[in-house]
């Protein structure tokens, strides 16, 4: 295998990825990112100063999306978007 890359090009944010390979929401994106870092919904809803119920309509609007079926899958696909990152 080889791999060619740009040294000059900066690699794209995480968030920028899913917003333009899944069309996630800024919202939604921040309800994401905090579940891939080990932060758990209800944990999530309060730092984001948003009520649970929201955070679980954000969530299943991301599982949607990604064609995911759970967290742990979704913290797998971000964690392979990552490697991109």
Sequence with gaps: MVLIS?????????DDLLRRLYGL??????????????????????????RYETARSYLKSVFLK???????ELVALIGRLSAFS
């Design 6 to 14: 740009d040294p000059d090009m900066r690699p794209p944010a995480p």
């Design 25 to 50: 929401t800024a919202a939604e994106i921040k309800v994401t990112l905090k579940l891939a870092q080990g932060v758990n919904l209800h944990a999530a809803s309060e730092e984001l100063g948003i």
């Design 66 to 72: 990604t064609s995911t079926h759970g967290q742990g």
